[in-house]
């Protein structure tokens, strides 16, 4: 039964938990609840925390680099030397859908126009927040407990942008991959793993074969990398994956063997 103070004094009423079954076994702490009401139906939101160790860094027994692009949202390359795909196509659409009619409406400029505007901004966010935590959610149960995943550091916002080819829209593009890290970070953490975030710097133009780098060895247009040197040719976002995994096992290798030696 949940106690709730109201204009007319202290009323006790039941609520549901199903699906947030977990959230109850006593190890979260709660924080302080909002009481908030939409569709006709009331809803407690509730803060949850809880405190988590660390993943020893000598536990990890697998490495994933993560491309973050808009052609395939994101693509993850494993120790096994496989490559999977988050279909990023109906998110380009959907963002082309969302930039035409935010023109239409600014052209518009009336009061109505703005107001649209604006909740349309709101919608469009909950939308790609959406997807972040379906897409962090899936990931880290494909891999499970004891992976590192290894993502590109995209603080940095021109490299975010430059990513997506979306110029005038900087704010909201790094906005959308900072959400992702902070969700893969925490979500990785539930289930024990962990996550790096590495220089991104020549991770789209390395040749993960031969090691050759070169700016013209992708196509970004065609969205293929061919070395210009072994000729080996792949989806470039797959590289920026595969490149991404050699980073964090020369890092696990790295740490683990700092660690043997002071042991
Ligand atoms: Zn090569």
């Known amino acids: 039964m949940l106690s709730i103070n109201t204009l007319e004094g202290r009323i006790k009423v039941s609520f549901a938990i199903k699906g947030m079954e977990q959230y109850f076994d006593g ?28 993943p020893d860094i000598n536990l990890v027994n697998k490495v994933v680099g993560i491309d973050l692009g808009i052609n395939f949202l994101a693509t993850a ?55 972040n935590h379906k897409i962090t959610k899936a990931l880290v149960n494909q891999y499970g407990p004891n992976t590192l995943f290894v993502i590109e550091d995209l603080t940095g916002m021109r490299s975010a942008a430059e990513k997506v080819h979306l110029n005038n829209r900087y704010t909201s593009v790094s906005w959308a991959f900072y959400q992702f890290r902070s969700f893969l970070e925490y979500k990785a953490a539930m289930s024990g793993s962990s996550v790096i975030a590495v220089d991104p710097k020549y991770t789209s133009q390395t040749c993960p074969k031969c090691g050759h780098t070169e700016k013209a060895n992708r196509d970004k247009k065609k969205h ?20 991404l995994w050699t980073t964090g096992i020369e890092y696990v290798s790295k740490v683990t063997l700092q660690a043997s030696f002071t042991a």
């Open 224 to 243: 293929i990398f061919k070395c210009k040197t072994c000729s080996y040719t792949s989806n470039d976002d797959r590289i920026g994956a595969m490149n």
């Open 27 to 54: 190890s979260w702490s709660f924080g302080i609840a909002k009481l908030v009401t939409k569709y006709g139906k009331y809803f407690l939101h509730i803060p949850m925390t809880k405190e988590i160790v660390t």
């Open 77 to 131: 390359y494993d120790s096994k030397g496989k490559t999977i795909f988050f279909n990023g196509r109906t998110v380009k659409h959907k963002r082309a859908h969302y930039e035409q009619l935010r023109k239409k409406l600014q052209q518009k400029g009336t009061r109505s126009a703005r107001k649209r505007l604006r909740s349309m901004g709101s919608r469009e966010n909950r939308w790609v927040c959406d997807l």
